[in-house]
């Protein structure tokens, strides 16, 4: 393999021309020959660039409104012939082919033309062909050529132009790994919008799919595990992923987990009141809603201080300076909020660890999307759990219907049970968590967990009595035996809702009949492993 490849032809042809003035302007500088097609070769004539037509080297005319222009063995004869390999170029003598040593292509915007909502016809216009075949055939003769997909990498092109006289082998060698990635990417887009958008296939046989990388991170779960944060290479929902850091340490795999689960929280709540969600462990530990920002922060925190330490906040909207302050009070790892107000900032600025991560707007909790799992040997792919209830959902199996204030505390616990590890127990009452108890191994224990967090915080701040006293309680799940509802009994509970549908719902709707609770089946489970 040649070393050093002086570029003395260039085939360029854009979609994006950004950048094009100056790599155009270095080319020209160190004698290179352009060849390029339609638009691109217009724009380099505007810019005061000779240009050879791809129709004068093919002796072929552009045809078929664009489609057919670079499909020729004038053209791939150019790109993937092997220079020092005789037969090749005997090859090229013989039929008039000239070598191509650089081609600078990027694709026709199938994503974009997707994304504005464009009719069919158009979508399938906008699916390059030339363009991938051109950069499939010099990323392959890498040896020889030099394959740009990005405008990112003109600099540095340009560098190896004007200090090497022509492009290394290691930079040939980069440029094609990020060229067959390109089209791997662009292809997958294509054949995800076949598959699920044109033919409505649910599970295709072949599932493509393709992620551009945001950033390395400092390392996993545990610093013996190397981790970074990617993001869908095709059309996708905006999320933590997309949030602007506006300061504090490198993020983490966990922070960034752990903001995650936070952000989708307080998501549910985002045309509701001010809402506060504390996290730990991606489990929330608190959660309530308030007439403002400072008193949901409260609720939220007295629930489980214990937890809230070096947990994750998250709330609804733009943070105000008195809750950035109530905040900081407490050692906190990450703060996610739609916005904050310039005097929240600079709370914030006093600590100079924590991490404040801004998102335009929150997302969609009822948005579609897949949720992945990496198993021994596959993944798992299935619908994200966007389900939600509603009160006219709401089925009462007991004899005594829920009060007004108890159905709101119901779908309240409901909402956040949704987000908490299963098995699931959360008791709230007057838009406050009063308790949560996650991811057990049975019901009964994440109910009395959930109601020993409750008296402690009682003892702590020098309530009379729990919160958890007459309070409505959610179960992620059915109760499979009474034994679990008998523990939010001895709680205090009121009101449950839960699924309902076990083969022994009969003898908890007893026990809930004989306690005087009342209870709402829900139809819906929401399990999250």
């Known amino acids: 393999m040649t070393a050093i490849v002086p570029i003395r032809r260039a085939l360029i042809s854009l979609s994006d021309k950004s950048g094009l003035d100056e790599l155009a302007a270095a080319l020209g500088r160190a004698g290179v020959e352009i060849v390029s097609t339609g638009g691109t070769a217009a724009k380099l004539r505007e810019l005061g660039v000779e240009v050879r037509d791809i129709s004068d080297l093919t002796g072929f005319p552009e045809m078929m409104d664009g489609r057919v222009k670079t499909l020729h063995p004038k053209v791939h004869g150019g790109l993937l012939a092997v220079r020092d390999n005789a037969e090749h170029v005997a090859a090229m003598e013989e039929h008039a082919i000239a070598a191509i040593d ?102 295709p046989k072949l599932w493509a799919s393709s992620s551009k990388l945001v950033m390395p991170l400092r390392y996993g779960e545990n610093p013996h595990q190397q981790a970074a944060l990617y993001i869908p290479a095709g059309p996708h929902s905006a999320g933590i992923a997309q949030a602007e850091q506006v300061q504090g340490k490198e993020l983490s795999y966990n922070n960034l987990n752990d903001a995650s689960a936070a952000l989708e929280l307080a998501a549910e709540f985002r045309d509701g009141p001010p809402t506060v969600v504390i996290v730990k462990h991606a489990n929330p530990c608190g959660v309530a809603s308030g007439d403002s920002l400072i008193d949901a922060w409260r609720g939220a925190l007295e629930c489980d201080s214990v937890s809230a330490f070096g947990g994750i906040v998250a709330v609804n909207r733009p943070l105000d300076e008195e809750t950035a302050e109530a905040i900081a009070d407490i050692f906190t790892e990450v703060v996610v909020a739609p916005g904050a107000s310039d005097g929240a900032k600079a709370v914030f600025a006093r600590k100079k660890n924590l991490r404040l991560l801004l998102t335009d707007g929150l997302p969609d909790p009822k948005r579609p999307g897949q949720s992945i799992a990496v198993i021994a040997g596959g993944i798992l792919v299935q619908d994200r759990d966007n389900g939600h209830v509603t009160r006219d959902m709401l089925k009462v199996v007991t004899r005594r219907a829920p009060t007004e204030q108890e159905f709101e505390d119901c779908l309240f616990a409901w909402t956040v049970a949704k987000h908490v590890k299963s098995n699931a127990i959360v008791y709230a009452k007057n838009g406050i968590t009063a308790g949560i108890g996650a991811g057990q191994m049975n019901r009964r224990d994440s109910a009395r967990i959930a109601a020993i967090k409750a008296r402690e915080a009682a003892e702590k701040y020098g309530w009379a009595n729990p919160r958890t006293l007459g309070s409505a309680v959610a179960s992620d799940a059915f109760f499979p035996f009474a034994d679990g509802l008998l523990a939010t009994v001895e709680a205090g509970a009121t009101a449950v809702i839960q699924p309902g549908g076990s083969i022994r719902d009969d003898e908890v709707i007893a026990a809930a009949d004989e306690a005087g609770l009342a209870m709402v089946f829900t139809g819906m489970r929401h399990f999250r492993h």
Do not use: C
């Open 102 to 203: 650089l081609v600078v292509v990027n694709l026709y915007p199938f994503e974009s033309t997707v994304a504005k909502g464009a009719p069919r016809d158009e979508i399938i216009e906008n699916i390059d062909i030339g363009g991938p075949s051109m950069v499939r055939s010099a990323a392959k003769n890498h040896a020889h050529v030099a394959i740009v997909t990005d405008p990112s990498d003109y600099a540095e092109l340009i560098e190896e132009v004007n200090g090497r006289g022509g492009t290394s082998l290691d930079f040939r060698r980069k440029l094609a790994a990020k060229a067959y990635a390109l089209t791997a990417a662009y292809d997958a887009m294509i054949s995800q919008w076949f598959a699920y958008a044109d033919q409505g296939e649910r599970w």
